[in-house]
């Protein structure tokens, strides 16, 4: 049963954050908010709702391994298997501005985030932790980030669409029934997935933050899955790269800025290695923008990403042998 609901709560949280993110554009639009401004907020914070609303419910229930793997999970995910699928099924063109915006910024994100969890090599404390202050100066970085990308949609001979899905536009009735069911099924669809997700890692041993950066992980990154990879089947992925790293730099400042307001995260030394895995997937990235065709990923390089996170996933495993 545990199993089951683990998977039932996965749908939810995925059908959840669908149905929130179409109703309030809808309701957003009704009220005509700008579409760039829907498409900065709304829609750009919708794709990180299933790993917010996991580790809201992780943080209170003091299951921060979680937490903290799903986090760090979801991005290399997002980097090596998201991407990396969707490049070896065709090769992925990156636009201009997620080259020298959106990659940076993920780039100095983890780096960020590396210096903010090692207390103990900078300060000398004896615990590694992301603390209330770091969240909220995460927080208020993502916030600049925010200014930041607003401005830049604005310029002159920017190459990004950031208007939200033509579909999503309903009745005011229809719209408000969306939100407040994909805040239900968002709701229970967090809770189910760390209380299975607990009961799991107990019975077989395993770690709570493999646990996170393992089946939870992958489970909240399923949306920008199944998106990039149908795009990159149909020869229409233009926009695929600039999605899921905008969803990273979401993970690290806002996700993670919320879960460390709520409560302080303890971070192990183990940690660092994921941490240092989400910084080399955006350097491996970045250089990927310059080798072979220019600001594109190409089949050997989408190969190459998924063997990489295979390897990975390898490690965690014998890792926790060896924590066992």
Known sequence: MVYLQLVIGLSLLIKGADLLVNGAVSIARRFQVPSIVIGLTIVALGTSLPELFVNIYASLTDNSGIAVGNVLGSNIANTLLVLGLAGAIAP??????????????????GIMLAVAVNDVFFDGALHNQLTRTDGLAFLGFFMIFSYYSYNLSQSKGNDRRLDPPSEASFGPIKSWVYVVLGMIGLALGGDWIVASAVVIARDFNVADDIIGLTIVAIGTSLPELATSAMAAWRGNAAIAVGNVVGSNIFNIFFVLGISATIKALPFSMHNNVDIGLVILSNILLFIFMFTGKRRSINRGEGLFMLFLYATYIASLFIRNGIAS
Do not use: C, F, R, Y
């Not at 201009?96 to 990659?103: C, K």
């Open 92 to 109: 992925l063109k990156v636009q201009e501005g997620t080259v020298w915006a959106e990659i940076p910024l993920s780039l100095l994100g």
